[in-house]
């Protein structure tokens, strides 16, 4: 999968067919949506193209709104884009300048100016342009003049969608990752740079990689004890994280979010790291000795070790 950045780079598409949104987290309906684009891009020997959008629209339209939580960043949006062997995913700066122009323009200057399409595939809920006054509607205007097709995606898709991104970002929030896994189409994932703690899980036997998570937006799990795989430079391990406070140790706020690999010692300070997440274990308690703390971890482990086959 080719990605572009820059508008004014992009190359001469063969018959682009092309779909555009956000796609934080590309779930099961969106890739229903991706293999539609595909299917008839081989049937005018065309390429697929994904466009969406940097940042996230809510987040320069709405810089107070402090709620929004990214399922998938850029990057892991790529990742999984390039897993379904899209050809094309262009990243499309979003700015005021943007935004601001008039739904013609949208639809003269950015998708025929830019990308020439053979056929867009959009749900009939799409808007676009100041004020988000262009829709489905307008686009029809165009497709009669004959400068695309155009297929809409069905209502009840639109209705799926709208449904499964709910679902997983709640199903993330309570700790049901087996649940937001499934809807995922491939589980739940973070990324972040191992950075230093205070040494505590050295202390008892479990050494932690501390991780600050690459993207200030990405959504992270509830608190709790989760079985995982850690992808590192070095290859991949089966672990345990740990979401919280660490309420044995002290009290206050600030959530940690640490990772004990298994089989496994060597130096992670300032690597990036992938966190994989398969079950929540159990919830974070505040136990009333360090000795409580190290048999619920052996307990933890065990577990683990069951789960993963190791």
């Excluded at 009669?144 to 993330?172: C, N, Y």
Aim: hydrophobic share 35%; proline share 5%; glycine share 8%.
């Amino acid at each position: 999968m080719q990605v572009h950045t820059q508008l004014s780079q992009l190359p001469n598409f063969r018959n682009p067919v092309i779909t555009i949104g956000t796609f934080d987290g590309v779930h099961q309906g969106h890739r229903r949506i991706i293999e539609r684009i595909k299917t008839l891009a081989e049937e005018c020997e065309g390429e697929s193209v994904v466009i969406t959008f940097e940042p996230h629209p809510r987040l320069l339209l709405n810089p107070d709104d402090q709620s929004l939580t990214l399922i998938h960043t850029i990057p892991e949006k790529t990742e999984v884009l390039s897993a379904l062997n899209v050809d094309h995913l262009v990243v499309v700066p979003f700015t005021l300048e943007f935004a601001r122009q008039t739904a013609e323009a949208y639809v003269e200057d950015f998708l025929i100016g830019h990308f020439h399409p053979h056929t867009i595939v959009i749900g009939y809920d799409h808007q676009f342009g100041a004020e988000r006054s262009g829709n489905y509607q307008l686009l029809e205007r165009y497709q009669k003049d004959g400068r695309f097709q155009l297929e809409e995606i069905p209502v009840q898709m639109i209705l799926d969608l709208k449904i499964s991104s709910t679902q997983i970002r709640q199903a993330i929030q309570a700790g049901k990752i087996a649940e937001a896994n499934t809807l995922l189409g491939t589980p739940y994932s973070l990324i972040g740079q191992v950075i230093h703690g205070k040494g505590r899980g050295k202390g008892i036997g479990y050494p932690t990689a501390n991780i600050q998570v690459e993207h200030p937006r990405k959504l992270i799990p509830q608190q709790g004890v989760y079985a995982v795989w850690v992808e590192t430079e070095f290859g991949k391990q089966a672990g345990m994280m740990n979401i919280g406070t660490n309420p044995t140790f002290e009290s206050g706020p600030q959530i940690h979010l640490e990772v004990h690999l298994l089989d496994w010692q060597g130096d992670l300070y300032d690597k990036t790291i992938r966190i994989i997440f398969i079950e929540r274990i159990r919830p974070e308690y505040a136990f009333d000795s360090v000795d409580a703390l190290i048999q619920q971890i052996q307990s933890d482990e065990n577990h683990t070790r069951v789960l993963f086959g190791i």
